[in-house]
């Protein structure tokens, strides 16, 4: 099947980062779009669709549509497929949508009755900015998609959407909704448990004196998603709850161990040893060579200069000299003093080369 049309239910940050990358590509598909009025006006202003319609009336939006992509929140998306159950479409239709978890989205999706056929999908992208007026269509560069196609299905029904997903510079990986969920609920919605866990129990000895303030970076790292939003989470731990909860427990059992090993370390005691040796081992295992659609980027740091325009005096020289940057971080910022720029690469001997333009130019560059 060929996509004339696809329609997006929702039009929020990761709608409208499709819509935007085939509108940049000037590929021949329509876009449709269902949202809400105000949505709908400002996708028109910004040209990232060509029709427009209201949640309401299901059977005129679905009627002409190749592709339906449901880019709510997971309760939302959900209350679609109950929508969809009721249309009847003169023609096949794929049905897939973008939630974070799975196993309840695909238990409804599957139900479907033909000509819909429905796979889950989950892309592994997105931005605190949940609005379409963030939309980047290079969002899914790099990242991987997930694909939940039941067990009755021809890899060629759901070979547009695969398609799909790697023109948008995702790589399609193909998971059942339980292995998804049950892998998620360790990779992405357990830290997020802790993350808010952690910033949220600042004790009164730390608080009282706002000691808080002198955290580094390993904390900031760790509490930087805490600042996720209720409304999304909700979701989330609502329909997958069983597998956060057997992540926790899991966690935990680590965590006693690790309080273990601290309360009886001598000088060198091998139980905490091992802590460290296994957690070093498990970072370096998110970079193995097959295991990480990004593969391992090559990475330097910049010290800055405390002055108005320093980021750009680092980054102007790397263009000129044709060097892709693929991550970039700015690492720490003090009054007056320099701060650090964390620069990633592709490949070691753009790294390389980015260290030796920057040298050139008296910069302190370091390999990290």
């Not at 993350?195 to 580094?216: E, M, V």
Request: one cysteine or more; hydrophobic letters at 40%.
């Amino acid at each position: 099947m060929q996509i004339r049309r696809i329609t997006f239910v929702g039009f929020g940050l990761l709608g409208a980062s499709v819509a935007a990358a085939i509108k940049q590509a000037q590929k021949k598909i329509k876009i449709r779009a269902v949202s809400s009025p105000a949505t709908l006006k400002r996708a028109e202003e910004l040209g990232l669709a060509d029709e427009f319609y209201g949640y309401k009336n299901a059977d005129s939006w679905v009627e002409g549509s190749d592709v339906i992509l449901l880019c709510g929140p997971i309760l939302h998306i959900l209350s679609i497929i109950s929508d969809l159950s009721n249309t009847k479409p003169s023609h096949p239709v794929l049905v897939s949508d973008i939630g974070s978890t799975k196993e309840k989205i695909c238990e409804a999706g599957f139900q479907l009755p033909s000509p819909f056929s429905f796979v889950g999908g989950h892309p592994m992208a997105g931005s605190e900015k949940r609005s379409l007026e963030y939309n980047d269509p290079s969002i899914f560069e790099n990242a991987y998609w997930f694909l939940c196609p039941p067990d009755n299905i021809q890899e060629s029904t759901y070979l547009p959407l695969s398609e799909l997903v790697t023109f948008l510079g995702g790589q399609p990986v193909l998971f059942t909704p339980k292995e998804h969920d049950s892998t998620m609920a360790w990779l992405s919605h357990m830290p997020q448990m802790i993350s808010s866990t952690l910033a949220g129990n600042l004790p009164p000895r730390i608080l009282l004196k706002n000691y808080q303030h002198f955290a580094g970076r390993g904390f900031r790292d760790m509490t930087r998603i805490a600042g996720s939003s209720w409304n999304m989470w909700h979701d989330i731990l609502l329909t997958n709850k069983n597998a956060i909860i057997q992540a926790l427990d899991e966690f935990s059992i680590g965590l006693t161990e690790t309080k273990k090993a601290i309360q009886i370390i001598d000088d060198y005691d091998e139980n905490m040893h091992q802590v460290f040796v296994a957690g070093n081992q498990g970072r370096a295992s998110l970079f193995a060579p097959g295991r990480n659609a990004a593969d391992h980027f090559f990475e330097i740091t910049v010290q800055l200069k405390d002055k108005p325009g320093a980021i750009l005096s680092v980054m102007q020289p790397l263009a000129e000299e044709g060097i892709n940057i693929r991550d970039i971080e700015l690492m720490k910022v003090r009054e007056n003093i320099a701060g650090t720029l964390l620069l990633a690469f592709k490949t070691e001997a753009e790294a390389a080369k980015a260290m030796s333009v920057l040298r050139y130019l008296e910069y302190e560059v370091k390999e990290r």
